[in-house]
């Protein structure tokens, strides 16, 4: 099997695997995967449950349509990723209930939304900005995520959702699953004394395990 059509069948695998759990629904949701000449990317109005690995899109290095179906609304916010970081071989974005609800949050640090509750956290996601609210498809949300991909693997738009990429597909699954775990706990932690990392333990962690 090429690995294009190895990579296809992850695709569809992993998107019914976070369908199935709820990760995402409808028709919501966009997983992509760097190819050596473009991106394979999951198409317009499609459930992530029910993909078909002959029908993903396959873009050019421009973002131009090779084959398939035609490209999820969201691609933009993919490519704005991949532009600002070399290392990125996939990117998820999903409408995660937790990780959504903490986008709602009114009082929280837009420089890094979560607090380091775990040591996974710092290790798979980072430091996670939020980028302002923008309506679906208006281009000008794409240029704010390219601001702040510059320095981070991963961010939330305010009032939507995740966008996190990964150094493969596998490693952004576990980094948005990561993400989605941690907005869980933190809901879940609300109103209750928390005991977070240190910022010395925290530091050790970014310096261990650098984010790429
Ligand atoms: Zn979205």
Known sequence: MSAEAKLREE???YGQSMFERRLTFGSSGNISARLDDGWLMTPTNVSLGRL???RLTKLDEKGNLVSG???TKEKFLHIAMYRERAK???VI???STHSVAV???EGIDTDDVLPPITAYYIMRVGRLPLVPYYPPGDEALAEAVRAKATKHSAVLLANHGPVVTGTSLDAAVNATEELEETARLYLMLHGRETRFLDPAAVEALRKKYPIE
């Open 11 to 13: 695709i569809v695998r």
């Open 52 to 54: 078909d690995p002959a």
């Open 69 to 71: 179906d035609a490209p």
């Open 88 to 90: 990125a071989r996939a």
């Open 93 to 95: 974005h999903l409408h």
């Open 103 to 105: 986008s709602c949050l």
